[in-house]
């Protein structure tokens, strides 16, 4: 907790921020969780993890919670590119999205009119091979917008646009929404929650959350999602739950490849590395853009294991 709490003081430190961010050369820091600066460099990283891993990527240009207009527009303008590159590179067409990135800061129909944009054109340049997984995944923040988020979703959804959500295991509403997606077949991204939300709303412990987390990744393995075509994607780091989750998926009858895992990049390298040698589908969360300090020092700081490396990128710029 200490560890966490003082990465997040140097995460958010201006002058760490200008100092790391200006040096010419992307650090080793930011090379490990960061896929590059531009899009050109994002798709070439997702291009070299698929050639040389096997790992399938989600592309997210970094920045949440903008405002400004043409932060807005510049945001847009670097997800199309990815979206063609990916197509021109003949790669999953998969982005990540913040929905207070694409205007919902500003106005729900501008993050719904920016949304539609989004996956109008991933559905332009998808190949339709059933192999491929092209969709524009919404992520998750905190509850001040779940719902808003839940709704545009549902609207893409509705439309036949290629689209996802994430859910976050520790809401208490989740199994809820979730029910509601498995009815209709859609593609949900697990995941246990990164924000602070407060107990009336959340679980707040480790264990119970863990707890709601594989009953509700029991909920995506379930014969009624199978027969619905649902897609499950799991994103965790936690091995032990990704034991019981395969192992869930096998005695139900899920092959492999009917669905993923999800790990951010330069996380738990050695277990991503083992999920593919069992022959599991793994994905990246890649981020790239220029705002990647307080993203790294972020991943730095979900494990005191990473001090060595930290100091390591500081000493050797
Ligand atoms: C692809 C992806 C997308 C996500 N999208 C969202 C979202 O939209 N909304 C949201 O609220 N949250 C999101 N998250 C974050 C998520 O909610 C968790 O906060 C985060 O994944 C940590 O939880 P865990 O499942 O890995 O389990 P934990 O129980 O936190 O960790 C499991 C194990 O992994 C190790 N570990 C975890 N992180 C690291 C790290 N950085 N370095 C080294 N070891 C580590 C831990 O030490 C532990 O041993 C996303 C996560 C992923 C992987």
New binding site residues.
């Given amino acids: 907790m200490l560890w966490q709490k003082l990465m997040i003081t140097l995460a958010t430190n201006p002058q760490a921020k200008h100092w790391m961010q200006n040096s010419r050369k992307m650090t080793n820091l930011a090379s490990r969780f960061v896929g590059g600066k531009s899009a050109q460099e994002g798709s070439n990283k997702a291009e070299q993890l698929h050639l040389q891993q096997d790992k399938r990527s989600s592309l997210f240009y970094l920045g949440e919670y903008v405002q400004d207009q043409k932060e807005i527009a510049k945001t847009l303008h670097e997800l199309e590119k990815s979206i063609k590159q990916l197509a021109e590179k003949n790669l999953d067409i998969h982005i990540s999205i913040d929905p207070t990135q694409i205007g919902l800061m500003n106005d729900v129909t501008e993050f719904k009119d920016n949304a539609t944009h989004l996956s109008m054109l991933i559905k332009e340049h998808s190949s339709g091979d059933p192999a491929s997984s092209d969709f524009l995944m919404i ?3 905190d509850d001040t917008v779940t719902q808003t988020t839940l709704d545009v979703y549902h609207f893409l959804h509705e439309k036949g646009l290629p689209c996802a959500v ?1 859910l ?1 295991a520790y809401l208490h509403r989740t199994e809820a929404d979730l029910q509601k997606i498995i009815s209709t077949g859609g593609t949900v ?1 697990l ?5 602070a939300e407060s107990d009336s709303i959340a679980y707040t412990r480790r264990d119970m959350i863990n707890t709601s987390y594989f009953s509700l990744a029991q909920n995506m393995l379930s014969r009624q999602a199978k027969a619905n075509n649902f897609y499950p994607i799991f ?4 091995d032990k739950m990704i034991d019981k989750i395969s192992n869930y998926a096998s005695d139900n009858g899920w092959k492999d490849n009917a669905y993923e895992f ?3 990049l330069g ?2 390298e050695g277990l991503q590395d083992d999920l593919i040698k069992c022959g599991h589908k793994l994905r990246l ?1 890649v981020p790239f853009g220029t705002e990647w300090w307080s993203y790294s020092v972020r ?1 730095i700081g ?2 005191p ?2 001090g060595f490396f930290l100091l390591r990128s500081l000493c050797y710029r």
């Avoid at 995941?191 to 924000?195: P, T, Y």
């Fill in positions: 992520d998750m923040e994430t976050q991204r995941v246990k929650g990164a924000f994103a965790t780091h936690d999800e790990f951010l996380v738990r969360y991943r979900e494990s294991r990473n």
